[in-house]
């Protein structure tokens, strides 16, 4: 009898030892999924509204149901037909795709001078560089407009990719600092022995490292001069360079006061569906690229 009771008094404890050491599993609350669903829901919603306008055509434009009664291709079909909306979308390829390009060759060597080399003041200059970010569009717009008519550059690529490289250049710059400063000098002072010059240090060891960064930074600026609006509509006057935010504005419906809002709508989902997939499939790049830096340790 003493035995079996010395025995079950040393299971009560190794029983509370084995309870103790079960890690408890952290339930999240019903409500926080109901929040979740509804903040979801409401960001959502006017995407799916814009897709629900694009599939009506006629008097179906008119109501408001929630689900279109005769859905169509309509709006689609018409807009590809449109040879103003096909340049428009070359002309914002093409646009985004240099501006992109530049903003990465020239803020990668801004960046690297910030965070590597031993400048008096190179905080006060990035914050210079990043203070650009703050200026209105609309200040710079009408100067633009003016400078670029007098000198011949109106109405082209070139004079839309240079304003653009003035916004797109500092959130390049920004996001790269933080990337060139996370790579140990140890590897680029391994490649100077070696041999390398020190922009083949760079090229060969610091950009093949700062690849998230540089994809990062790409993408960001890539969605920023794709969605422009205000300097597309106002330095230019034909589709020679018009972009497709500029060009959805100009579209005209059957009648001079009728608004096409089925063209509109559809024209909205076919350049906002590329966006939407390139943030899905690099989602975690751009969140690393925002957030590097920030925690130390």
């Known amino acids: 009898m003493e035995a079996s009771a010395v025995s079950s008094a040393e299971a009560v404890p190794r029983a509370r030892a084995r309870t103790a050491r079960k890690p408890k599993k952290d339930r999240t609350p019903w409500y926080m999924w109901v929040a979740v669903a509804a903040i979801v829901l409401f960001c959502l919603f006017p995407f799916y509204w814009l897709i629900n306008m694009s599939l009506k055509a006629g008097s179906d434009l008119n109501g408001s149901a929630v689900f279109p009664h005769n859905p169509t291709l309509t709006n689609y079909s018409a807009i ?6 096909v340049a428009s979308l070359r002309n914002s390829a093409i646009v985004a795709f240099i501006t992109t390009a530049l903003a990465l060759v020239v803020g990668s060597f801004c960046a690297y001078a910030l965070a590597r080399l031993r400048l008096r003041g190179k905080f006060v200059i990035l914050g210079i560089v990043l203070s650009i970010t703050t200026f209105p569009q609309i200040a710079i717009a009408a100067p633009l407009f003016k400078l670029w008519s007098d000198i011949g550059i109106f109405d082209t690529y070139i004079g839309l990719i240079i304003p653009y490289l003035t916004f797109a250049l500092p959130l390049a710059i920004f996001i790269l600092v933080s ?12 490649a100077l022995v070696d041999g390398a010059t020190r922009f083949q240090a760079f090229r060969k060891v610091v950009v093949p490292l700062a690849a998230p960064g ?6 960001l600026t890539f ?29 005209t419906g ?9 063209s509109i709508a559809a024209a909205s989902v076919v350049i906002s569906v590329p966006l939407i997939l390139l943030v899905l499939l690099f989602q975690k790049r751009i969140v690393a690229g925002l957030t590097a830096g920030a925690v130390k340790g």
């Open 80 to 85: 590809f037909k449109n040879p103003d909306f």
């Open 214 to 219: 540089l994809a990062t930074a790409g993408i």
């Open 254 to 262: 059957a009648t001079e006061h009728q608004v096409p809002y089925g």
């Open 179 to 190: 990337f060139f400063r996370e790579i140990p000098k140890d590897l680029e002072e391994a």
């Open 223 to 251: 969605i920023a001069a794709w969605n422009e609006f205000l300097l597309a509509v106002t330095l230019t006057a034909t589709t020679a360079a018009r972009t497709v935010p500029a060009e959805i504005s100009f579209f």
